[in-house]
């Protein structure tokens, strides 16, 4: 690995994520906060068209239950229709290539799968679904789905800022402002940039173009840059291409895929700061961006020096190792940017792939399998970043607090047996349905069936399946058959069960807060604005992750990466 030219890549990245996140996160919480309503009244106008069918409702202060009722009507609802269009997209327009509606089971997987903001797939996209499907199905849920998340993440925030009211905003108004004032703009102009470095956005179905051996090939495009300007904003991984941003239409130019990184961190950053204003403590927002900067650098440098290092069993033959594990990975993105977009995509739950996960080393692999269980926690975006991250935050201040005998306070709220009862119902959900689904899958035939390597490197295929749907990733171990009635089903069910649990124990840690009174001045208050703070979430963090996954990590990319080498120096 060039050290040189990973520490410049670090460093140019974190800077533009820094220089844009403190506009753009006041930006968000002038939408968020009403304020940029109040000072353009057109918006305001604008806002009242989509919330006019609601009447009253639409505007009026909601409970944290109220609140999430709303959010789960509108993820069922979301489902629904997705069901309704990708099993019958065969009778429905823009469907050049008369592809048939999805099977049952596949379909309900991916209504479920984009409704929740996983954005699993489990399917060749452009060969499966049509353009109906892919712009007005998938494209639509995922500014929903994403929605739901960052509107779920202030209503945390107006929690903790609330004092004896257990009002947490409108669900319906939060979701128009998201969707209207933040999502829309931005995937518009970034739609642009896309289109501008050689993205495809067209209605047509294939283009025929003659090879340069001479046969005629068909290549599918489609409305890709709009679809992959919300998947990097929104922080998910539903692309047009089963390819991903592998597919030079995704991402042509190492341009596009330095933008795309930039992106997939660049909302979580933004939520951070926004968050930071919002509560009145910037430098508590600041706290917790810089432990997750500090977890994300030490997995970007272990991945990218286990890709920069050859596959043993490779160099055996006589093949060139001077590029590093080059298997899977596009050349004109090479071993260093793959490794960056592939800590991007775990650590912020986006679930984008510029290239395989499948092929990587087994320490790159499990070090972003271990990404994905840390929670949706490190830069964690849109999907349930932020709450979630603040639920672990709840967690370090609780652990001070016993360590000093303080009492445990966060940004002036009392955390009282409720509270930490719902954190960890909120933390421990996906390590269950994680490791449950896991342990079904080796002992189905079904589950065996589907894995393309037996040994550590099929029981990671499936860890690594179990992992992303449970926290809201969505990329995978492409090894893995998983378009089937078993696995359809079982990833489906976790990730209905995870999305559903987390947000509700999160909410409801919101409104609890919110009926407390808020004490800023508090003498035995723990301060959450420091580096003992920053210290104890990294710990936090990496413990809990470490003790729930360990034991599952070392039947799969621990004892593979052992029997490799183990194998090369034999």
Known sequence: MNTTSAVLLLVGLFAVIFTLSVPIGIYMSAVFDGTL????????????????????????????????VSLIALT??????????????????????NFKGLAPDLAFNTAVSFSTSTTWQGYDCENVMSLFSQAFGLCTLTFLSSSTGVVAAFAFARGLIQSRDPSLGNAWEDMVRCVLWLFLPLAVICSIIAVWQGCTQTFDAMTVVKTIEGPIQKIAVGPVASQEAIRVLAVTGGGFFSANSAHPFAAPTA???????????????????????????????FSILFGMMVLFIGAFMLIAWSESTANPLVTELGVSHGLGNMEGKEVRFGTLLTSLFATGSSASAAGSSAGSFDSMMPIGGGVSLWLIQVGDVIFGGSRSGLYTMLGLAIVAVFILGMLVGKTPRYLGKRIDAYDMKMVCVSLLMPSICTLIGTAIACLTPQGVDAVSAPGPHGFTQI?????????????????????????????????????????????????????????????????????VFSFMFIMVAVLLSMITFFPAQSLGPIVESIQLFWGYHS
């Open 255 to 285: 341009v596009v895929c330095m933008i795309q990184i930039i992106l997939m961190l660049l909302m979580a950053a933004s939520l951070v700061f926004a968050y930071g204003r919002m509560t009145g403590n910037v430098k508590s927002g």
């Open 76 to 97: 069922v609802v979301g489902t629904v229709i997705g069901y309704l269009i990708f099993r019958f997209q065969g009778y429905l327009p823009y469907n050049p290539l």
């Open 463 to 531: 860890l690594f399946a179990f992992s992303s749907v449970s926290n809201f990733n969505g990329s995978s171990f492409g090894g893995l058959a998983a378009n089937d009635f078993f696995y359809n089903t079982a990833l489906a069910i976790c990730m209905w069960i995870c999305r559903m649990v987390t947000l509700t124990a999160l909410l409801a840690i919101a409104g609890n807060m919110a009926s407390k009174p808020r004490q800023m001045n508090s003498v035995q208050a723990i301060q959450t604005d420091g580096p």
């Open 37 to 68: 309503s109040q000072k353009f009244p057109w918006m305001y106008r604008v806002e009242s068209i989509f919330l006019w069918p609601l009447g009253k409702s639409g505007r009026e202060p909601m409970d944290w239950k109220e609140y999430c």
